[in-house]
T-cell receptor, first 112, second 112 residues
């Protein structure tokens, strides 16, 4: 499978702490994206990082990409209860055109 | 407001019945997608369409059918041939040549 795999599957932290989750993939990618899904809702795009980029920031989000290790990480700093959600990485593989392949997600619980 | 509207939000079906899920977008996006999500899982691609009157099978197309007669609309029919149709179905769209997806709120199908 070329699917990205997130680690950990679940994460529980206190409000104000940082949350880090990782995504690994198997083949060369065009880009990698992170999405958030609140329970029972659609996904919301958070950030896209291209294969020639190593780090991107968006507000309290920091994404890194290490193509040599075929992995990416998403860091949420100073977490809030509203950050409670599932987070998915999605990759576009060079052999598959523009089709996105999603990982299984990391469920994050931020306790107040 | 621009966005994607999926209906119905909840749908119950008896075994052996076909059901059609609606997806309408007013974002003027060329590409549209249908994904299936099972509990605690990632998203799997059912069908996608990059232009009106054309669509391609995704990874799990068996038991499903689609049409793309209008740019704004991409309905999904879950047929009786789909052996395990109970799932959360998500419709998404993207601009031509891009793969950042905008998602609808989803439709939850339960087979009784």
């Amino acid at each position: 499978s070329q699917q990205g795999e997130e680690d950990p599957q679940a994460l529980s932290i206190q409000e104000g702490e940082n949350a880090t989750m990782n995504c690994s993939y198997k083949t060369s990618i065009n880009n990698l994206q992170w999405y958030r899904q609140n329970s029972g809702r659609g996904l919301v795009h958070l950030i896209l990082i291209r294969s020639n980029e190593r780090e991107k920031h968006s507000g309290r989000l920091r994404v890194t990409l290490d193509t040599s290790k075929k992995s990416s990480s998403l860091l949420i700093t100073a977490s809030r209860a509203a950050d409670t959600a599932s987070y998915f990485c999605a990759t576009t593989f060079k052999a598959a055109g523009n089709k996105l392949t999603f990982g299984g997600g990391t469920r994050v619980l931020v306790k107040p | 407001d621009g966005g994607i509207t999926q209906s119905p939000k909840y749908l119950f079906r008896k075994e052996g019945q076909n059901v059609t899920l609606s997806c309408e977008q007013n974002l003027n996006h060329d590409a549209m997608y249908w994904y299936r999500q099972d509990p605690g899982q990632g998203l799997r691609l059912i069908y996608y369409s990059q232009i009106v009157n054309d669509f391609q099978k995704g990874d799990i197309a068996e038991g499903y059918s689609v049409s793309r007669e209008k740019k704004e609309s991409f309905p999904l029919t879950v047929t009786s041939a789909q052996k395990n149709p109970t799932a959360f179905y998500l419709c998404a769209s993207s601009e031509s040549g891009a793969n950042v997806l905008t998602f609808g709120a989803g439709s939850r199908l339960t087979v009784l």
